[in-house]
Structures are given as C-alpha cells and as structure tokens.
C-alpha cells in the first residue's frame, strides 16, 4: 500500500505563487511515477503534471511553462511548484502515485484546495 498527504493549498491573488508538497509512505519501491491532478467545480478531474521514476516529465498544455513537477532525492515527496497563477488554475489539487502493472494501480491523496482570486 501506498500512503499519500498533499499539502500546500491556499487563497493567493492572480500572479503569484505556491508550492504544493506531496509526502508518500508505504511501499514507496513499487511506484512507476506520480502525478498531479486537479478538480475545478463541475468539472472532471484532469491530469497537471507527471514525473516518472526516470525523472521524465509531462505538463497539461494550460499549465506548460508556469509549474514544475519534482520529487526529492529519496522520492518520499513530490512537489508542484505553481507560478504565475490565473484564476482558472483554481481547483482541488490532487497528488497521484501509480504503479505501471496489470492491472495498473493508482493511489491518492485527499486533495489540497487552491484558490486564485482578487
């Protein structure tokens, strides 16, 4: 099993920054990679941002550019770092960790809000 607490959310103005951190426990070695999602209201979940074991790195195109995906050097905790934030960045944000076995499997975090407002 595969234990995730994300963390970092909060009430920030168009423009600025946050940092949201992920901290994984468990059976950390049968991770494939992990990722961050995000849920606005009324929307579907949608995937931001994924880091692979190898350090491979992907970005939704609405996000390219302004967030970063890393994991410390021990892989017990991933990080978005979100710049230049616009209002419809506002969602739950969601740290994911998955394995690449049959079946995949996918583990979650209880999710961290973010909110861009003036």
């Known amino acids: 099993q595969v234990r995730l607490e994300d963390s970092g959310g909060g009430l920030v103005q168009p423009g600025e920054s946050l940092r949201l951190s992920c901290v994984v426990s468990g059976s950390i070695f049968s991770i494939d990679g992990m990722s961050w999602y995000r849920q606005a209201p009324g929307n579907q979940r949608e995937l931001v941002a994924t880091?692979?074991?190898?350090?491979?790195?992907n970005y939704a195109d609405s996000v390219k550019g302004r967030f970063t995906i890393s994991r410390d050097d021990f892989k017990t905790t991933l990080y978005l770092q979100m710049n230049s934030l616009k209002p419809e960045d506002t969602a739950v944000y969601y740290c994911n960790a998955f394995t690449l076995g049959i079946p995949r499997e996918d583990y979650w975090g209880q999710g961290t809000r973010v909110t861009v407002s003036s």
């Open positions: 880091i692979t074991n190898g350090g491979s790195t």
